[in-house]
């Protein structure tokens, strides 16, 4: 199994930049082989925002392209999120998933506000 534990979400000003950290646990994390990011926001369907798998490829949702990156610690079985020039469409609750061999594992998300 793999746990994943999403922290660093917050209140954010419009313009403002966050870092989101994803720790994946548990016997299966070696099974691993890409994380993502996903956001909701109310009323909308879950989206993704970005993966990266572990031969290094990374793909982005248009909105978020230049603004955003994620990178992963393999090594330490976490992934982040960095959000630079956000604005009050991108106020999300920011899920974290794990792809892995036999089955797919989300977080309990973490909320992004951006506001002034």
């Known amino acids: 199994q793999v746990h994943l534990e999403e922290s660093g979400g917050g209140l954010v000003q419009p313009g403002g930049s966050r870092t989101l950290s994803c720790a994946a646990s548990?016997?299966?994390?070696?099974?691993?082989?890409?994380m993502a990011w996903y956001r909701e926001a109310p009323g909308k369907m879950r989206e993704l925002v970005a993966q990266?798998?572990?031969?290094?490829?990374?793909k982005y949702a248009d909105s978020v392209k230049g603004r955003f990156t994620i990178s992963r610690d393999n090594a330490k079985n976490m992934a982040y999120l960095e959000m630079t020039s956000l604005q009050p469409e991108d106020t999300a609750v920011y899920y974290c998933h794990a792809r892995a061999w036999y089955n797919d594992y989300w977080g309990q998300g973490t909320q992004v506000t951006v506001s002034s």
């Open positions: 548990g016997g299966a994390t070696f099974t691993i082989y890409q």
């Open positions: 990266k798998h572990n031969d290094g490829n990374t």
